[in-house]
């Protein structure tokens, strides 16, 4: 495991994190955005997080530089969605394998679960993916069921897996 530092996001942040996800973007199905991000697209988007959330983003660094990010965001925009979140965790492709995700997935965890607000945590994950599945079994989440080829990225359909976990 690399020691790292676990925090919430800055706006000093915010390029790396636009670098980090774009490199998933443009190599990976992990996300099912295809086009990558400049600084000025993700503002929203990181105006969105707060720290006592339910929405959070939660960043690993060491020596000053994020290493991955973790974060919570709306299931889905209607109100009854409310008490759950979509949870999703980047690491640097060079930095995985190293216990970062895990870190940073578990304190954002922590974070939920205390939130009383809250009562389900939802991530999808593209398959095949035996890390990401591997990880969210780790930290209790729960395969809900899969959608058959639902996305279509990098010449091919990809399956993607629900995974819940019970916040309250």
Known sequence: MIEVQIRHATDGDLAELVNIYNHYVENTPFTFDTTTFSMQDRI??????SEDGPHRLMVAERDGHV??????????????????????????SDNTGHGIGAALYGAL?????NDERLHRAYSGV????LASVALHEKLGFKLAGTYREVGY??????????YEKDLA
């Open 44 to 49: 929203g988007w990181f105006a969105s997080f």
């Open 67 to 92: 290493l991955g990010y973790a974060s919570s965001s709306p299931f889905k925009q209607r109100p009854a969605y409310e008490t759950s979140v979509e949870t999703t965790v980047y690491v640097e």
């Open 109 to 113: 965890l922590v974070q939920l679960v």
């Open 126 to 129: 593209a398959l095949p993916n």
């Open 153 to 162: 990225k990098l010449d091919r359909y990809w399956d993607v897996a629900w």
